[in-house]
């Protein structure tokens, strides 16, 4: 689990910290990073990017949210997901043990994931998938975006930190 530093700030109502007076961390919004067995996962950025945001880091292999809900660090009311290309299989036992959150944001290709998610009116949900020549029909409250590949063919940075800043917004990360 990875707690972001919190200071307090440097005076009443200012934006910039007090490195010198630290916070405790009770109560704030969490994600719970799920990474795939082998291939392209960029964790040090999304790690980075959330700690940026503040945002409480639960990162693994599969599901370990119930984690969360006992630790007083994070808030067990905002808790999103980020999948990182993340199987059939997955997605469907996932989506079938009704996974605590408010948020998801599922990064891979669309082919994959679009049916067990679409069905899981529950949570918001961010799909982030290089471009292609397959439809996806998506409803209308889901966020669909679409980039070009990097060098290697993968998905760009942009595409891992837009999906943090958007988790963040969603779970009202300050």
Sequence with gaps: ????????????????????????????????????????????????????RGLVVLAGRGTKADLLRTRTEADAERIGWLLVAPTADFLRTWTDARAQGTAAAVMGPPRHFAGPLLSSPSKKVLFASLLSDESFGAPDETVLKLYSPNKEGFLPNEAFRDAVEWLAGELGAR
């Design 1 to 52: 689990m990875y707690v972001p530093k919190l200071y307090a700030p440097l005076l009443p109502g200012s934006i910039y910290p007090d490195k010198k007076v630290a916070l405790p961390a009770k109560g704030r919004p969490a994600m719970v990073l799920v990474c795939p067995v082998k291939g392209d996962c960029r964790e040090k950025e999304i790690l980075d990017r959330a700690a940026q």
